[in-house]
C-alpha cells in the first residue's frame, strides 16, 4: 500500500510517457465542510482518473467538462464550486462547504518535475511542488519536513510527501483492530509475525503481511522518521528483538504492548543488552493512553489516542 499522492504521481507519469496530456486537480480551498482536506488531488486523462476530490459529484462535473473542452486549461485555471444551496445539493457538498479546484494540463515536453517527484515519493521523501498561476510552469524540491499548502494570487505550494508508517509486530487479534484504526486514520500499515500459522489466520484488513524476523524487517522497512513501530506479541524473544532494531531508527514513535511490570523487567533486558538510556526514554512503554482499556478495540483506540495526541503536540506545539 503506498500514500495517494504517490499513486496520482504515478499515473500521470504513466499517461504522459504514452505522450498523453493528462490534468492534475489540487483542491487549493476549502470553506466550510469537506469531503476532503485541501491537498487532495485527482488525475484525469479521458476517461480516466485516479484519487478523489469528493468521493462523487464534483469529479463527475469537473471530467465532464474537461472531456468537452469547457475548461480553458492553456494556462491553470482556479475552479470554485458549492457556490449555492442548490449547487450543492446537486454535488453532494455538505451544507455551505465550498470547494476551490487547481486544474493544470500537464504536456510530455514539461514533465520532469512529475518524474523527479514521484522518484523522491518513492524514497519516502517529503517535496514541495510551486505552480506559476500565469506560466503554469512547475518546480519540485525535496524538503526536510512537509510544507503547508500555501496559495497566492501567483503561485501555489503544495507539500507531498508519504503517510505516515505503521509497523505492527504480531499478527494477533489486537493488531487486526488496530490496523482498522489506522487505516481509517490514514496510516499505511504493515504487519510482521515469524510464526506462519498466526499470518495465515489473519482476520484483519487487506495490509502487506510479512512473515520473516522483526530486526530484518523493521531494518528493512522502517528506517525513517515518518514510521511508528509497535510491539504486540507478548514474547520477549520476538519483542525485545524488535526493539533493539526499533530504537536504533530515527522513526518517530517506538511503543511495546505489556503491563507496567512486564515494562520494568523489559527495560532491564534491554539495558542489560546495551540500549542506552536515551534511547530508553524514547520508548512508549506501557503503549497507550491510561484509560483503563481491556478489551483489543479498547486498547487499540488507547495507543491510537496516544500517537494522535503526540502528533498534534508535534505539528501544532503550544506557544507561551
Not at 507519469?13 to 504514452?18: A, G, I, K
Amino acid at each position: 500500500m503506498q500514500s495517494q499522492d504517490l499513486e496520482v504521481f504515478e499515473k500521470l507519469v504513466e499517461w504522459l510517457q504514452q505522450g498523453k496530456s493528462p490534468y492534475l486537480c489540487t483542491i487549493v480551498k476549502a470553506i466550510g465542510s469537506s469531503p476532503r482536506p485541501v491537498g487532495s488531488m485527482l488525475g484525469c486523462c479521458g476517461d480516466q482518473s485516479i484519487g478523489t476530490l469528493s468521493g462523487g459529484c464534483v469529479e463527475d462535473d469537473l471530467l465532464e467538462k474537461l472531456r468537452t473542452n469547457k475548461i480553458d486549461a492553456s494556462v491553470p485555471q482556479l475552479m470554485e464550486y458549492g457556490v449555492s444551496a442548490e449547487e450543492n445539493e446537486r454535488l453532494g457538498l455538505p451544507c455551505g462547504g465550498r470547494l476551490n479546484i487547481l486544474v493544470q494540463q500537464l504536456s510530455p515536453g514539461g514533465a520532469d518535475w512529475i518524474i523527479d517527484g514521484t522518484t523522491a515519493l518513492r524514497a519516502r521523501q517529503s517535496v514541495a511542488r510551486t505552480t506559476d498561476l500565469k506560466t503554469g510552469v512547475t518546480t519540485i524540491r525535496i524538503t526536510e519536513d512537509h510544507v503547508p499548502l500555501s496559495l497566492s494570487g501567483e503561485s501555489l505550494t503544495q507539500g507531498l510527501g508519504p503517510k505516515m508508517q505503521m509497523l505492527l509486530v504480531g499478527a494477533g487479534q489486537l493488531a487486526q483492530v488496530l490496523a482498522q484504526l489506522a487505516l481509517a486514520m490514514d496510516y499505511e500499515v504493515i504487519v510482521t509475525d515469524t510464526r506462519d500459522d498466526v499470518i495465515a489466520q489473519w482476520q484483519g484488513p487487506d495490509v502487506e503481511l510479512l512473515h520473516g524476523l522483526p530486526d530484518d524487517i523493521i531494518a528493512s522497512r522502517s528506517c525513517d522518521p515518518k514510521n511508528v513501530i509497535v510491539t504486540l506479541t507478548h514474547d520477549p524473544r520476538i519483542d525485545d528483538m524488535a526493539l533493539l532494531e526499533a530504537l536504533e531508527t530515527p522513526a518517530w514513535y517506538v511503543g511495546a504492548l505489556g503491563s507496567i511490570r512486564t515494562t520494568r523487567a523489559r527495560l532491564q533486558r534491554l539495558g542489560a543488552l546495551g540500549v542506552t538510556e536515551a534511547q530508553l526514554q524514547r520508548l512508549h512503554a506501557p503503549v497507550g493512553l491510561d484509560i483503563g482499556s481491556k478489551t483489543p478495540w479498547e486498547i487499540a483506540v488507547a495507543i491510537m489516542a496516544e500517537i494522535t495526541q503526540l502528533r498534534r503536540k508535534t505539528l501544532n506545539p503550544v506557544k507561551d
